[in-house]
């Protein structure tokens, strides 16, 4: 049936349309959708500030069988200043929002919609923008239903003594006395990391070992690797 309907949305990316108009991905509670919205790019148009990518908004869309939802109105949320004015910010918001953007379809997504939130809000206020950022990546991955077990062996379920190795499939850490499963190897800081991100506190060195290792298990199930996470990394080591 034809209907208005409301709801808070994270907006992931925005897309020029011929004429005046735009295109958005957005993710709300009940799954990512696109929408059109008419005459965003005219001078006169209100709704093209606050629809920006990174935002989080009210929105109401029109929605009718067999076309694309159409934005009728709009008001902020929460605008994330720093997350479009700070390059570092700007990168790693940039990568949870294409997370999101790839991975979520049309189906129920409280979890990632309530998480992306906290994660860019996290991004925005933190005065360590690369802690929030592998925090807001662990964060994803649990509420999409991959969370990572750090504390065992996912091969024996033992304590895990080095050599240790990554397992992307398994979502965890195998011990040296799985080393017959392979995976990829795995430091002691980059485990230091995720476990620290996890309990929220700084990863300290192995942050950058830890973000590579995540971006390997995105690449695995969202069977692409993320564009924009080597820019980010760039910005970040630059």
């Known amino acids: 049936m034809s209907g208005y309907r409301e709801t808070q949305a994270v907006v992931l990316r925005s897309q020029d349309l011929r004429e005046a108009d735009r295109r958005l991905s957005l993710l709300t509670p009940e799954g990512r959708c696109l929408a059109r919205v008419p005459g965003a790019r005219k001078a006169k148009s209100r709704l093209a500030g606050l629809l920006q990518a990174a935002s989080l908004v009210q929105v109401t869309l029109y929605e009718r069988p067999g076309a694309q939802a159409v934005v009728t109105g709009a008001s902020q949320i929460a605008s994330f200043r720093r997350l479009h004015e700070d390059l570092v910010r700007v990168?790693?918001?940039?990568?949870?929002?294409?997370?999101?953007?790839?991975?979520?379809?049309?189906?129920?997504?409280?979890?990632?919609?309530?998480?992306?939130?906290?994660?860019?809000?996290?991004?925005?206020?933190?005065?360590?923008?690369?802690?929030?950022?592998?925090?807001?990546?662990?964060?994803?991955?649990?509420?999409?239903?991959?969370?990572?077990?750090?504390?065992?062996?996912?091969?024996?379920?033992?304590?895990?003594?080095?050599?240790?190795?990554?397992?992307?499939?398994?979502?965890?850490?195998?011990?040296?006395?799985?080393?017959?499963?392979?995976?990829?190897?795995?430091?002691?800081?980059?485990?230091?990391?995720?476990?620290?991100?996890?309990?929220?506190?700084?990863?300290?060195?192995?942050a950058a070992e830890a973000r590579a290792l995540l971006h390997l298990t995105w690449r695995a199930h969202l069977e692409a690797p993320l564009r924009s996470a080597a820019f980010a990394e760039s910005v970040l080591g630059g």
């Open 91 to 206: 990168a790693a918001a940039q990568v949870l929002l294409e997370i999101c953007d790839v991975q979520s379809g049309e189906e129920e997504a409280l979890r990632p919609f309530a998480m992306l939130a906290q994660a860019l809000h996290l991004l925005d206020e933190s005065p360590d923008p690369a802690s929030a950022w592998l925090q807001g990546e662990l964060g994803l991955l649990a509420a999409y239903g991959w969370g990572l077990e750090l504390s065992r062996c996912v091969g024996c379920g033992g304590e895990l003594r080095p050599p240790l190795k990554y397992q992307t499939e398994l979502g965890g850490v195998t011990c040296g006395h799985c080393a017959a499963m392979g995976g990829v190897v795995a430091g002691e800081a980059a485990l230091s990391a995720l476990r620290a991100a996890a309990a929220g506190e700084p990863p300290g060195p192995g």
